[in-house]
């Protein structure tokens, strides 16, 4: 089935430490997004690719990185620059170069703080 | 992107139609209504979307007033299942010329009750 798969569903960070979540996509999109949701708030946007090998910076892009060297991956560092890394982390796609903003989510990660 | 606003949470009997208010007053004349909800602890589901005509799909009715200042979400039989955050978006479509996300706020918080 197509679709989009984010792992692993639960994460857990220590002090100091780099996490990278995993985003997956064989839907043949081409933008790629990830958000940042806290509980009982809205998603804020962390980064967003249009295209492999390009990606910009969303509303709260820092203490994170990202890369997109694959169409159908995306995935997230939570760098130790991140002080407040609790959050439940979600992956967007969408295909590219049409006027529908159905975005198609993942599952979501939730990453916490030993 | 215009802002909208929500009601931060309704009740609904199951079975019932459930009517979901979005308010939109500064929406532009390109910009679309887009509606997502997000069952707890899962990414959220494309619904619908429109631009002035009434939409309808195997999900819901979107009805859009004539002068777009307020749109409503139509679940016309309301289980126990559609229990979720229901969010109104409005915004350029991706071609016209603005590059970026949607952005999605706190939502309606949609209880359907037994």
């Known amino acids: 089935d197509g679709g989009i798969t984010q792992s692993p569903k639960y994460l857990f960070r220590k002090e100091g430490q780099n996490v990278t979540l995993s985003c997956e996509q064989n839907?043949?999109?081409?933008?790629m997004y990830w958000y940042r949701q806290d509980p009982g708030q809205g998603l804020r946007l962390i980064y967003y690719?249009?295209?492999?090998?390009?990606?910009q910076k969303g509303d709260i892009a820092e203490g994170y990185s990202v890369s997109r060297e694959k169409k159908e991956s995306f995935p997230l560092t939570v760098t130790s620059a991140q002080k407040n890394p609790t959050a439940f982390y979600l992956c967007?796609?969408?295909?590219?170069?049409?006027?529908?903003?159905?975005?198609?989510f993942g599952s979501g990660t939730q990453l916490s703080v030993l | 992107d215009a802002k909208t606003t929500q009601p931060p949470s309704m009740d609904c009997a199951e079975g019932r139609a459930a009517n979901l208010p979005c308010n939109h007053s500064?929406?532009?004349?390109?910009?679309?209504v887009y509606w997502y909800r997000q069952i707890h602890s899962q990414g959220p589901q494309y619904i619908i979307h429109?631009?002035?005509?009434?939409e309808t799909n195997e999900m819901a009715s979107l009805i859009i007033t004539e002068d777009r200042k307020s749109s409503t979400l139509i679940l016309p039989h309301a289980t126990l299942r559609d229990t979720a955050v229901y969010y109104c978006?409005?915004?350029?479509?991706w071609g016209g010329g603005s590059q970026g996300n949607l952005i999605f706020g706190k939502g309606t918080k949609l209880s359907v009750k037994p």
């Open positions: 500064t929406i532009s004349g390109n910009e679309y």
């Open positions: 967007a796609s969408k295909p590219q170069g049409t006027t529908n903003e159905k975005l198609f």
């Open positions: 429109g631009l002035k005509n009434n």
């Open positions: 690719s249009q295209i492999v090998n390009d990606f």
């Open positions: 978006i409005v915004r350029v479509p």
């Open positions: 839907l043949n999109h081409d933008a």
